[in-house]
Structure formats: C-alpha cells, structure tokens
C-alpha cells in the first residue's frame, strides 16, 4: 500500500484536497453547511444522479426550508413534493426522523454518532455524511463512488457489494481522513468518484492521487473494483383502468399505507394471472373492487417502470362506466384533470396521467 507511513498519508490528503478545493461543483446543498439541508440532500442522493436530485432539493427545501417546516407538514404533501425521485420510503424515513429531531432534540439534529445513528433511515453513510459535512468531525461517508475509489486506490478485490468490503473502506478512511478539513475529505473522494475515477473509463492522466493509486501503478484500475452482479429484476404485468365518470372525472385509487409505494395514488390496476384474457381480469377487478360495470375498450398506452428489484409492465385500457352515481371505496378519488394535480404518484403513473389526460 502506498499510504502505509503518516508522511505518505499527509501527502494524499493534501492532493485531494487541493484539488476539491479548486474543482468541486457549485451544488445548493454545499452553500451554507446547514445539518438539515445536507441531511436532505444525501437521502436524496442515495441511488439518484446529482444532476436529477438539484431541482428536487431546491424545490423541497424551499417548500420545507427548517426542521420544524417538514416535521408538522402532512405525509402527502411530502410525498407530493418527492414525487418523481422514487424510493419513496426515504422521504416517509425522512419526516419520521425529523419529527423526531423536532420533539425530542429541540429541532436541532444530533452531532453525536450514537444519536444520529438511532433516527429512521440514517445508516452509516448518512451519519458520517452529516457530522463531517455539516460539523467537521473526521467520520468516514462511504458510498459507491468512495467505495470505487479506495477500492482502486488500494487495489482491492473484495467484492465491493458485501458489507465486509465496506466495513473495511470505512476503517481504511478513518485512518486516511483529515482531522482538519474531513468534510472536504469526504466530499472531495465523492468527487473524484463523480468526476474522474468513474465506473468505465478513469480519467488517470489528470488524477490528483494517480502518484498514490496501486491500481494505476498495477495498470489493473479497468478491473475495479469488483461487485458481484445483481439478479435480474422480477417482471409483473399489470392491467390498468383509465376511467371517467359522467361529471369527466378519472378515477383514481390510494395504495396501502405500507409496501412498495405506499400511500401514492395511482390509476386502478391489477396483476394478472394465468392465461385469461386481460380485459376480462380488468372487467372482473372493476367489479369485485369498486362495485363498477364497465366496458373494456382499446389498450390506450402501455408503460414499464423498473425498480431495483422488480420489474412492472402495465398495459392500459380506456374504460367505459356503465354504471351512473357510483360512490368509490374509501381509498379511492374521482378527480377533475385540475384536481389530479394535487395528489403524488409514482412516475409509471404520471407517464399515464400525461400521456391519457393530454392525448
Ligand atoms: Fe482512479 Fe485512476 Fe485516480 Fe487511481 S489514478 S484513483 S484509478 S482515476
């Protein structure tokens, strides 16, 4: 290892720092150092490009701009202002833990490991994120990015999916990080992960470490670092209602309150089964689950959305109601095209929504 005397590791940290300090991106969540907004923006970042979460964050923290703003705003509004994002459980995480932050801290979040690390959806990256970022304690932030980068750095090939290989970046950073600057540490190798040591094609020629990179001394920085592939997502194929009332309005339908996007809205749908036809499946759903009789016209669209685990392909059909007056059940809406606006769904369904309430 290069980095195996407190001269040599001196010497990183002043590589990686200079550099950060010279080439970081002007990002909304880097201006004022605010517990609160980088809390926000690392939930965000998880599993989303930086380019897609700025306009997320900056519309958030201006509907929500303090602790005590999201701690007493209604759990649809939340969901409303992350829709589009995904992984909602972050953002029902996210108000859940500053709730918490509000009753219990005196709406000011820990900078204490051990109580930081208690509140929802705060793992280990976003804890270490927060206490460098935002208070300056030398703590190690290891995500994907940082995890690539020490994995080369130290030409490592544990496989980077495992919670070991993890554990092990997180020690190895703990004993490179600057005690002086580590929210720059930390942020300059998310950086330099974001910006030059990428997945597929390294930048090693303009790398401010390359002169303390094994991998790059080993010619092997294409071969890390290693990650076990994921299995294939599972498919489901949905059929899907739009359907309007004689007043022009669509019927929509609340998800439960827990499992896979819950509490969206979303147009009536079901998964089918076994080899009936899919109108009949929809015509008979209908039925059983809001009392409606209807006619199954043309498939309208057709929509897949992947999730990391699972795959849907929904299928939509215009509906035609033939029963008058009908009262939905209670986890359903009928809605104008104006009044839709003010409900969050999941992105399959806003392609739906768009697509059949504009074509
Ligand atoms: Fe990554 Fe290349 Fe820099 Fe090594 S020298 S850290 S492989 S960009």
Known sequence: MQLENKASVKRFQDDLLTWFKGNQRDLPWRQDGDPYKVWVSEIMLQQTRVDTVIPFFNRFVDKFPTIEALAIAEEGDVLKAWEGLGYYSRARNLQTAVREVHEQYNGIVPSSKAEISKLKGVGPYTSGAILSIAYGIPEPAVDGNVMRVISRIIASYDDISKQKARVKIEGIIATLISIDDPSSFNQGLMELGALICTPTSPSCSI???????????????????????????????????????????????????????????????????????????????????????????????????????????????????????IKPNERSQWVSALEIKAYPFPVSHQKIMKHCLIN
């Open 207 to 325: 790398c401010p470490v390359q002169k303390h990179c094994l991998a790059f001394e080993q010619k092997i920085q294409l071969e890390l670092p290693i990650k076990a592939k994921k299995k294939q997502p599972k498919e489901k194929k949905l059929v899907c209602a739009f359907i309007k009332n004689e007043n022009d309005q669509v019927l929509i339908h609340q998800r439960p309150t827990t499992g896979l996007l819950a509490s969206l809205w979303e147009f009536p749908n079901v998964e089918l089964e076994g080899e009936e036809l899919m109108e009949l499946q929809l015509e008979k759903f209908l039925q059983n689950e809001f009392s409606l009789q209807t006619t199954i016209g043309q498939q309208i669209f057709h929509v897949e959305h992947v999730f990391s685990h699972l795959k849907w392909d929904v299928t939509i059909f215009d509906v035609e109601l033939l029963s008058i007056g």
